[in-house]
């Protein structure tokens, strides 16, 4: 496997993981996500600092699923590194290690916003930027189109898809936009961007949806990153 045929995050697509739609309240996400995004960036310091962070509360509580999506997700892109520099058995090592905390969180958790939308912006920034052909790409972009699609209904249900924001509600109607549309699932991507046009005219989001609407085909993994910015410098 070479190392661009699976995860490659920028500044951008690492803001993808964005917990806009979370509820008001004592997140864990607060403490960590500013040197996550800075950390998937590159900035190796930060990451560090927010793995070691993780670590510390899985040393106390080990199936506290917030903390555990969190670090997966950590090792999930840093299994690049070592993909990179040519250790492909170390890399497949951490990045199995990686999906394995990450399944075991939703596990643990499956209806924790916190735990849904790491998991499955994280993948479906990595599922991105991997040509079609890639043999891992389809299993990432099924999780996170089930991650996506679960906090859907779940809003739905309750109400606060109405009240989330424009911004957490776009990034999620988008998000399952572009998963469907790349998985090949035309009607459902249709769905999502038409609602965008229907819930947000107006709106940056309505643009990338009307730019889908023209070619129905994915679009460029630039034009699919999070609008806004949630990095700390």
Same mark, same amino acid.
């Given at each position: 496997m070479k190392p661009r045929t699976w995860i490659y995050f920028t500044a951008? !697509? !690492?803001? #993808?993981l964005a917990l806009g739609a979370l509820q008001a309240q004592v997140r864990f996400d607060h403490r960590v996500r500013?040197?996550?995004?800075? #950390?998937?960036?590159?900035?190796? =310091?930060?990451? +560090?600092?927010?793995?070691?962070?993780?670590? %510390?509360v899985l040393a106390e509580t080990p199936d506290h699923a =917030? @903390?555990?999506v969190w670090h997966g997700a950590g090792l999930f892109l840093g299994s690049r590194d070592h993909f990179r520099n040519g250790d492909r058995e170390k890399g497949m090592e951490v990045y199995t290690?990686?999906?394995?905390?990450? +399944?075991?969180?939703?596990a643990l958790a499956p209806d924790s916003i916190g735990v849904?939308?790491?998991?499955?912006?994280?993948l479906l920034a990595a599922a991105r930027v991997m040509p079609p052909e890639t043999p891992i790409r389809a299993g990432?972009?099924?999780? @996170?189109? !089930?991650?996506? %699609?679960?906090?859907?209904?779940?809003?739905l249900k309750d109400g606060s898809l109405t009240?989330?924001?424009d911004h957490p509600l776009g990034e999620l109607l988008q998000a399952l936009g572009d998963v469907n549309s790349r998985l090949g699932r035309t009607v459902e991507a249709e769905r999502y961007y038409r609602e965008i046009q229907q819930r947000l005219p107006a709106s940056a989001y309505a643009q990338r949806a009307a730019k889908w609407l023209e070619t129905k085909q994915p679009l460029a993994a630039a034009d699919a990153q999070c609008i806004g910015c949630h990095v700390r410098k």
């Open positions: 951008a !697509a !690492a803001v #993808g500013s040197d996550f995004f800075v #950390g998937f960036a590159g900035n190796r =310091e930060a990451l +560090d600092r927010a793995m070691k962070i993780c670590e %510390q =917030e @903390a555990l290690k990686g999906i394995g905390e990450m +399944d075991k969180a939703v849904r939308i790491p998991r499955g912006a994280a990432l972009l099924e999780r @996170a189109v !089930a991650d996506h %699609q679960h906090v859907y209904e779940m809003q009240t989330i924001g």
